[in-house]
């Protein structure tokens, strides 16, 4: 828009005349000057509304070619909108240079004009709009891992690990009645065991542009892999079945407990409790399947009272003074007990994640190589520090 304020005229308008007077001459030049101006401008402006004109009226054509029923749905919508944009005063103003912007509200013209494919009423024009992702990955139930905790770790530095194992002890001590008399003997009977250390490992592809657009996804399954390894070494410490290259596991190494009498199992439990305290050994963990832990806490009295707490408020995990965990590894009906002082989880490699698009064809086809791996064994130092029972055989409560 132009302002007409005298001070934004040329210099030359301000010429003044011999007497001091404003030279009317100059001033009617560049009025007609500024007339050519504004003419130009105006010229200008109605092409181009008229050219506004011409593509709203052939959106309106082709919207009547395009329609079915007489009613505003789908293309009518686009054609009646055209319509009373064109012929509405705000469209009117903006031919007439108005500086505004021109809205209109198009009346009796159904939502259902445009609706998402296939889900909207008769008549209305499908539009596949984009889902919505949310990033991650999702339906990974992972275990409670917990036997690592409470297992000491000692650090291995080969591919084997090797330690004399007390077998059997007899404790022949006694007095020399006579000065000279032979003393009593007792026997030691030891033997040297080995330990496997185990590489447990596994890999995937995935293409390097997923990696790149999605960080997320890529950390979610360094993740995963990281927790397959360490819930397949638990599994391995509690049932590893030994051999080369695999850990024995503690169920290999456990001394049954012949139970006396007819016991419920978590009698059954504390009498073993009690039997490795007088071969000198403390049980400090318990082990049992999930299902065996609740079928426990879930006894009752003659009266129907819970005996270890309630629903509301369940028991610690804990049985005869000794704290207990869980574990899907474990099989159903038996139990083992542990003196942890005389284990350790020997620690060859913690679990590492590799990245290679050196691996195969990768490199030429744009993929990556994720691979986690860990080594790891188990040492049972004295075998009379863990024990099983049976629970299976027991009458229930």
């Known amino acids: 828009m132009y302002n007409a304020n005298v001070n934004n005229a040329p210099a030359s308008i301000m010429k003044k005349n011999r007497g001091g007077d404003i030279d009317s001459e100059v001033i009617l030049k560049a009025l007609e000057a500024r007339d050519e101006e504004i003419k130009g401008f105006s010229e200008k402006a109605a092409k181009e509304i008229l050219s506004i004109k011409d593509r709203l009226m052939d959106l309106e054509q082709k919207g009547a070619r395009r329609r079915g029923p007489a009613t505003a749905t789908g293309d009518d919508a686009v054609g009646k909108m055209a319509e009373t944009f064109t012929k509405s005063s705000q ?6 240079g108005a ?3 021109g809205r209109v509200t198009v009346d009796n013209v159904s939502i259902k004009a445009l609706t998402n494919a296939g889900q909207g009423v008769a008549d209305s024009t499908g539009y ?21 905790d409470y297992l000491p770790s000692l650090p291995a530095t080969s591919s084997s690990f090797e330690y004399v194992q007390l077998k059997d002890y007899e404790n022949n001590a006694s007095e020399q009645e006579e ?103 403390q049980a400090r963990l318990i082990i049992m ?81 994720l691979l986690a791996e860990l080594r790891a064994g188990l040492a049972v130092f004295s075998v009379g520090a863990v024990r099983s029972v049976d629970i299976a055989q027991q009458p229930e409560g």
């Open 91 to 96: 469209f009117e103003m903006l031919k007439s």
């Open 99 to 101: 500086p505004t912007t």
């Open 128 to 148: 596949s709009a984009s889902p919505q992702r949310q990033v991650g990955l999702f339906n990974d139930p992972r275990r409670e891992l917990s036997l690592l």
């Open 179 to 281: 000065e000279g008399q032979q003393k009593a003997e007792s026997n030691i009977d030891s033997e040297l065991e080995t330990a496997n250390i185990a590489t447990i490992a596994h890999w995937t592809r995935a293409s390097k542009q997923v990696l790149d657009d999605t960080p997320v996804l890529g950390q979610q399954i360094g993740s995963l892999l990281n927790y397959g390894l360490l819930e397949k070494l638990e599994a391995r410490l509690i049932a590893g079945p030994g051999g080369k290259g695999k850990i024995k596991g503690l169920l290999g190494y456990a001394v049954p407990h012949e139970v006396v009498g007819s016991l419920l199992p978590v009698d059954a439990i504390g009498q073993a409790v009690t039997a490795m305290k007088n071969s000198g050994w």
């Open 289 to 369: 399947n999930p299902n065996d832990w609740f079928t426990i806490s879930s006894e009752r009295d003659a009266d129907g009272q819970y005996v270890l707490g309630s629903p509301r408020d369940p028991a610690p995990p804990v049985l005869w003074g000794v704290p207990l965990i869980t574990s899907g590894s474990m099989p159903a009906g038996t139990v083992l007990l542990l003196d942890t002082t005389q284990l350790a989880m020997l620690d060859r490699e913690q679990p590492t994640l590799m990245l290679s698009r050196e691996d195969g064809s990768n490199f030429t086809s744009n993929l990556v190589t």
